[in-house]
């Protein structure tokens, strides 16, 4: 397994420390993880896209950059890796990443916390 699909996987093990999720440009999604590592993700036609950013700028600039030349960053595409498990990963991370910048995660916890009703799951 490539290291990248492995950090992908630890990082949907940890959602709790996904945080700051904001749309950019182009339906890209930005977040950090552990409060420190700028991410975005974009899923498009011709599979799920996910990049990192070692640079010193916030989030919010990042996301609002119309013009990527001389912006440092990693592009990794599942395609490119071309494993299922890759392409599995990458598309659970844009879910997941998705549902937090539409608030859809507070409400499915909110909906399950409230289901006390004795029926099973």
Known sequence: MSKIVRAINAMIAN?????????????EIFFLF???YK???RKGEDGTYLW??????????????DDWDGIPMVTYRASEIGTREAKESFEE?????????????????DIIGQSDDGVPF
Not at 15 to 27: C, T, Y
Not at 52 to 65: C, I, K, S
């Open 15 to 27: 959602e709790k420390k996904i945080s700051s999720v904001m749309k950019g440009q182009n339906g």
């Open 34 to 36: 552990d409060g420190k």
């Open 39 to 41: 991410w975005s993700t």
């Open 52 to 65: 990192f950013y070692p640079v010193d700028a916030d989030l919010r600039t990042l996301a609002g950059v």
């Open 93 to 109: 991370l844009y879910l997941l990443v998705k549902e937090k910048l539409y608030g859809v995660d507070d409400v499915l916890n």
